[in-house]
């Protein structure tokens, strides 16, 4: 038990966040840098000759340079085993950003200085508040021209709700950036442009005191600003209390530019010492401790076709518990049936390792003959527990699917299912027909043009999409309510999902509340859960 518990506390497993061109997938890059996983960060924008972020690996992605999948990466770094949820930025992608985030024990916020909070911040910070996340705060793009720091920091203050606390504070910005003062070992650590795809660059450590030194570096106004800076800031700013960081009430707020590789570091290994051990997670039986427990594990994300030449499905699974061995069999709880799971890997972008042992903490892909949905619990044989089920975000857009070649029936219904499967379409048919009718709903528009782009390039089947006028999407509660009986509005439509539930569509939100009042006992609700 000993060496399963120590693999376990060497366990960091964190999500990173951010508004789309924050920087996050170079800060990701730079963490593998650091951990040897990659020898030279690639250029994440460029020509189509370029290398590619290495986190971004679908097709599409690569044509238009956003993350439009949860990539996972994992490095060891310093002692420790960390496994990177790299998170879409974009918010037509938010859910499964969302779903990322239930795998993930902390994340990381990344914040364009000369940007500050942007909207897709928010929504995302709000679901690491729903679920008590630890958050800490990456300002990035300090070598370009930035906000006031104070600025920067009321900001998401007041947008977020959260207090800060900078770890380390900026010296100028842009041009001027000089590096940054870090507050515990009152130290400057110098600047230096030398950094850019390596891990060696010129830091230089002034202590605040070596007044001379501190002058020749940064010049005497930013010394002089520094030192106000300073005093006003250990009056300003909250105490640092790791409590409360843990409990997600507190973010640690360090600056730097991932592009030019200053202040990764320093962030990384102060990040190493704040963040936890991987956290029991809660089951319908309790919670289960992930030392004490045997394996169990649940899946939050699904791909098809993350290789070409395999036309395969990955279930990727968050190791909550215990020790995963590949020759063991585990129960599979919502197909009730015990197996032994196949090709168990862990993957670097598309690159693929086929494992003989995870631990708790762990995030492993397995091929997914098409029995796993999102949610879906494993655990060993003898157990019965269910970890909590990931809530399905209403979708705002809708559009009927019209097949332009009806010969291929077959790979359209294959093609248009394994994606829904995947959670970030979903699809509906007509209340009283089958699949002839199928209408897809999306959180954001952008999905539509995936959607079109991978049914043409993984399925070879083309569709049109027409769009429906519905915004607002409702699940039925109560089962016993007859939908033929049903009283609605001129604006409502019924559906059901591929489970057979029925669900409703409206055009206005208006009709919503009418068609409860019009319903004796009908219950509402705007969460589906897998």
Known sequence: MGNFADEINKRRTFAIISHPDAGKTTLTEKFLLYGGAINLAGSVKGKATARHAVSDWMEIEKERGISVTSSVLQFEYGGFCINILDTPGHQDFSEDTYRTLMAADSAVMVIDASKGVEAQTRKLFKVCVMRRIPIFTFINKMDRDANDTFELLDEIEKELG???????????????????????????????????????????????GEEDALVSHIGEDFKAQLLDEIDLLDGASAEYDLDRIRAGELTPVFFGSALTNFGVEIFLQHFLKMTTTPLPRKADIGLIDPVENDFSAFVFKIQANMNKAHRDRVAFMRICSGRYDASMEVKHIQGGKVMRLSQPQQIMA????????????????????????????????????????????????FARVRQLDTMKRKQFVKGITQIAQEGAIQIFQEFNTGMEEIIVGVVGVLQFDVLKYR???????????????????????????????????????KIKDLKGNPLLLFVNQWSVGMTVERNSGLVLSEFGRN
């Open 162 to 208: 959260i207090a800060t606390c900078p770890i380390n504070w900026p010296i100028g910005s842009g041009k001027n950036f000089k590096g940054v003062y870090e507050r515990e070992t009152k130290c400057v650590i110098t600047y230096s442009d030398t950094e850019k795809g390596t891990k060696e660059g010129q830091a230089t450590r002034i202590g605040i």
């Open 350 to 397: 598309d690159e693929r390792k086929i494992l003989s042992e995870a631990y708790a903490g762990d995030i492993i892909g397995v091929f997914d003959p098409g029995v796993f949905s999102i949610g879906d619990t494993l655990c060993m044989p003898k157990e019965q527990f269910q970890y909590e089920g990931i809530p399905t975000f209403a979708p705002e857009h």
């Open 455 to 493: 049914l043409e390039n993984e399925y070879n089947v083309e569709i049109r999409l027409e769009n429906l006028p519905y915004e607002h999407i409702r699940w039925i509660e109560n089962k016993d309510i007859d939908l033929d009986k049903l009283t609605g509005t001129s604006d409502m439509k």
